[in-house]
């Protein structure tokens, strides 16, 4: 649970409507948090520089690893980084680090995507130009 190695960080504003019948997050809502915090990264990397409308990224693959759960209560951020660039696709890792009301600090989960560089009016995947790779080399600190 190394947080030091991650250089992005979002917190989660947890919802009522985010958890289940027993006061747990379900696990559906996981994947929205991880990207929530992929979106932040990617605004924080790319420097809004993206054009949406033309390239960007698509998710292809998606893994979460559940540790303990997260209450309501609890607060929980995410973190991120890049651990792979490959001619097309990106994988990411991620921490879920719950904060209890106690003050208490503990894995809930962990996960990956995979991510893949894309040209929408194309409606095609691109390779990864080399502007993008050394944003996220510079971020990453690579």
Known sequence: M???????KT????RFGDTDMLGHINNSNYLSYMEL?????????????LDWTQEGFIQANALVNFKLP?????????FIRTT???????????LFIKTDKNGNKSLA???????????YGNNQSIL???????MIADFEGK
Do not use: C
Request: charged share 25%; no cysteine.
């Open 11 to 14: 917190p989660i504003q947890i």
């Open 109 to 119: 989960a962990d996960g990956s995507t995979v991510i893949v560089a894309f040209h």
């Open 2 to 8: 190394d947080t030091n190695l991650f250089k992005h």
């Open 37 to 49: 915090a992929r979106m932040s990264y990617i605004g924080e990397v790319f420097k809004n520089s």
């Open 84 to 94: 792979k660039i490959g001619s097309k696709s990106l994988t990411m890792d991620y």
């Open 70 to 78: 997260i209450l309501v209560d609890d607060k929980v951020d995410v």
């Open 128 to 134: 990864i130009p080399e502007t993008w790779r050394k």
